[in-house]
């Protein structure tokens, strides 16, 4: 550590510091039980606080790593035994909500879940949702640029966002809190620092663009034979819903399979001997919704581009629908497990998923590997189960998920980001250029290098 823990203790608040036993009490991640490794994590309250440890981290070269939720998947809040981490747990407040700007500010520790929860009373919509929404917070939602399950209809986290309270690593606020749709004065800075992970600033607070909360919604399970009859339902629904279609997931044959199995739980709402099935939803506001959504179910039938299909009638149903897509945990079944979350063209699609495997069972003849996700928005989730994990393992395999994307143009990260696990697959993705370029903003913005250093570039 590049400076004395005393220095530290004024600056956070009263119970603002914590070290030795009272740090060692906390885990390192939701993901990750073992205890966590710094030399000190800070609580701070307000972003006067969060500027003045800065400035003191920035001035002695200290590097500090932000918290929030932690449940990030690609290491980017991993820290070692010198860092000093910034925790938004107590910058935990919604400030205000305006339900004719249809806006909501808030700090960013505040938890998804609360934000979604506060907008709904107002009768209001946050559209952001992932499965992690009890435990996420906004600062890193947007630090990432969340994705989630309802990008095919209101876009990533970064859409979701009108203005952002920042600190600079040498303590400079900069405060660029608009609540207007429109604001098209210069450079739009925000954007600069959603899904930076944490390296060019650290998000105190945001004014959040809030929608209206649909009248209906309307949940359905399809089981498709090609994937081509996949592409075909999509573009259906999406033309005769008139705009109103909020998810479009997709899940293979063996996802569904395993989900379904008798071990997980959950009984099959349609028979297993489909090749894909599409759990799709409308979120609309008219009396009528129900029935035209069934006629447009119905259409994709008699064209042939679904076999089969499920409406849930009840919320209960509806829930146990999204379960199936939802319950990745049935994969640890397998042994150790090797997510991924990929982004291509939906029809570059079918021959990807079938290189990969191909790839797979060259290198490990008994591998399992699931494939799902958000295909309406060209996001697909894979995980990959090949008996241990260890790190020339963990290497053979990214090599045979992430390789085959260069060719295509797709994206070794959708939604999860890069932090440390993707960063040496960064330059699948990105021209020298494009990270050439990144390296100048953060040498700009971060010169000593002090913010969630070593992470994504």
Sequence with gaps: ????????????????????????????????????????????RTTAQVARILALCNEHRQGVVTHGGLTGLVGGARTTADDVVLSTERMNDIEAIDPD??????????????????????????????????????????ATNAGGNQVIRYGMAREQVLGLEVVLADGTVLSSMNHMIKNN?????????????????????????????????????????????????????????????GSFEVMWQEFYRLVTSPSSGSSAPLGSDHDYYVLLESLGGGDDDGARFEAILAEALEQGWAADAVIAASGRERDALWALRDDVEQTNSHGPTITFDVSLRISDMERYVAKVRERLDAAFPENHTWVFGHLGDGNLHLVVAVGEDSASTRRRVEEAVYEPLQSIGGSVSAEHGIGLEKKPWLHLSRSPAEIDTMRRLKRALDPAGILNPGKML
């Design 1 to 44: 550590m590049n400076l004395n823990v005393k220095d530290l203790e004024s600056l956070a608040g009263e119970g603002g510091l914590l070290v030795g036993d009272d740090l060692a009490a906390r885990a390192a991640g939701i993901w990750d039980p073992e205890p966590i490794r710094a030399a000190a994590l800070l609580r701070p």
């Design 101 to 142: 700007g249809r806006t909501m500010t808030v700090q960013a520790g505040v938890p998804l879940q609360k934000v979604q929860e506060a907008a709904a009373e107002a009768g209001l919509k946050f559209a952001l949702d992932l499965g992690a929404r009890g435990s996420c917070t906004i600062g890193g939602n947007l």
């Design 185 to 245: 004065a210069a450079l739009d800075l925000k954007q600069l620092f959603i899904g930076s992970e944490g390296t060019l600033g650290v998000i105190t607070r945001a004014v959040l663009r809030l929608r209206e909360l649909p009248g209906s919604r309307e949940t359905a399970l399809l089981g498709c034979a090609r994937l081509d009859d996949v592409v075909c339902l999509l573009k259906h629904v999406d033309r005769r819903l008139g705009g109103t279609l």
